[in-house]
């Protein structure tokens, strides 16, 4: 029987919700259609690659008859061309959060970009919001220069963030000169700065479930398989694709997503791909297997989460456990 939640606000920033987090193929999406088999919820992406259109076998993304078998949010909101920031996730999950409430279901919020739960729960820093003006300009001193000589620009500005960051790093190079020309301050000083939105992950208001592989074989393992999913599923079409549209290049946001940028690489190198295909392979799925470690440490440096060995012989039932539990929590509560 379906658990609905309606009038059961604990906690004045938000609804209670649960969150589900996870590094990249260790069965997440599993994990969440599972648990709407047993709760009325909607589902919350919380996956920086999965907001871009067009961009379906490289990300995993839900299929079609998922998304219809129970609502899904956050998903293709975004031109591969546009960006999307975790202040602007932060923003439009807690109004979904808010608004999935209201209808008496359960927000469930899935997903492995590690600073979008962390934004969610600690706050965004008070910096300036994107310029895209400001961007095109640094941009355009990038191909004239380099991205080199923009890093050692930013060493003189604000070496706190220069020095942790390496001189190719475009994407974070640009955005910290960025917050520096538009308020005259460097990005290191935000960051010192006491967070201006409210906290919203606390154990008051948020189930924070977290699928951790013991066996980093195992998972190893799951990432080689899905990787070599996504290219008899006709990955490499879909990049090409992408790039025939012509406005697309490889220092966008959607195009540094794990995967697409090998190909993208190996694409610039040899269009038809006809030579190095194995090479690419290796080259996306080790990528994506770095990409899982630093997911990993996010979630150990989360010590209110309730971890699951994600390759454990029941971990699904684990998680629905816990979900049932929190749950029976929150109605506990509303209705003392």
């Not at 490289?58 to 949010?73: Q, R, Y």
């Not at 956050?74 to 932060?90: G, H, K, N, T, W």
């Not at 910290?176 to 301050?185: D, K, P």
Request: glycine share 6%.
């Amino acid at each position: 029987m379906p658990v609905t939640l309606s009038d059961t606000r604990t906690d004045e920033a938000l609804p209670f919700h649960i969150c589900l987090a996870g590094p990249t193929a260790c069965g997440k999406t599993a994990a969440a259609l599972a648990i709407a088999q047993h709760h009325a919820v909607e589902i919350i992406s919380v996956d920086s690659a999965l907001v871009y259109r067009g961009m379906d076998i490289g990300t995993a993304k839900p299929s079609a008859a998922e998304m219809a078998s129970v609502p899904h949010h956050l998903i293709d909101i975004r031109d591969p061309l546009q960006a999307y920031s975790a202040a602007e996730f932060v923003n439009d999950a807690r109004t979904l959060i808010r608004a999935i409430a209201a209808r008496g279901k359960l927000p469930l919020l899935v997903g492995g970009t590690m600073l979008y739960f962390k934004a969610l729960a600690d706050g965004i820093d008070p910096m300036p919001s994107a310029d895209p003006a400001l961007r095109a300009q640094l941009e355009d001193e990038a191909h004239a220069k380099g991205w080199p000589a923009l890093h050692a620009e930013l060493a003189l500005v604000d070496p706190v963030t220069a020095a942790r960051l390496a001189p190719g790093d475009s994407q974070r190079i640009q955005r910290a000169l960025e917050v520096y020309r538009a308020s005259g301050l460097p990005l290191s000083h935000f960051h010192a700065t006491k967070k201006e939105t409210e906290p919203a992950l606390s154990m008051h208001a948020t189930a924070l479930i977290s699928l951790e592989p013991m066996d980093r074989a195992w998972l190893h393992q799951r990432i080689a398989q899905r990787f070599d999913a996504m290219i008899a599923a006709g990955f490499v079409a879909e990049v090409q694709q992408l790039r025939a549209r012509g406005d697309l290049h490889a220092d966008l946001p959607s195009m540094r997503c794990v995967g697409y940028r090998q190909a993208w690489e190996a694409l610039d190198a040899d269009p038809a791909l006809s030579q190095g295909h194995a090479a690419w392979r290796e080259l996306g799925i080790i990528a994506t297997r770095q990409l899982a470690k630093r997911q990993v440490t996010w979630l150990r440096s989360m010590p209110q989460r309730h971890a699951v060995a994600a390759d454990g012989p029941n971990a699904l039932a684990q998680v629905l456990d816990l979900v049932a539990q929190q749950v029976q929590q929150v109605q506990q509560q509303a209705a003392a």
